[in-house]
């Protein structure tokens, strides 16, 4: 009886490496668990300094390079934009924040400028 090859060697040895490296890229990316990288605070860390400055979060803090930026209000109501540090949750600057409904619109209009007639010339 005359055997048959299912695949060509050079077939097999493709199909082998492909596999390999496939394998390789799904197993080097990491899951997402909502767990802050190391030597970065986790979020409620950073919600305990922003309230223990008498300050109440509007949300959660968004991870944004080595900071955390939040809103929050002051005990005044306020809306504060917080920008906290992400490795020692240390509150860097406090800002208002932006409130479209507040600020008025700009309108850049057309300036109309009323120029003198030359003396001597009448309208």
Do not use: W
């Amino acid at each position: 009886m005359t055997g048959r090859r299912l695949l060509h060697p050079k077939t097999l040895a493709a199909v082998l490496i492909a596999g390999c490296l496939l394998g390789g890229a799904a197993r080097a990316q990491s899951l997402n668990l909502d767990i802050p990288p190391i030597g970065i605070l986790p979020p409620p860390d950073i919600l305990e300094s922003v309230r223990y400055l008498g300050l109440d979060p509007k949300g959660d803090p968004v991870l944004r390079g080595d900071y955390y930026v939040m809103h929050a209000y002051d005990r005044a109501g306020i809306e504060l934009r917080v920008v906290a540090d992400a490795q020692f949750g240390d509150v860097l600057f406090m800002t208002p924040a932006l409130n479209l409904s507040l600020t008025p619109p700009y309108v850049r209009a057309a300036r109309i400028i009323q120029v003198a007639p030359p003396e001597g010339q009448q309208r």
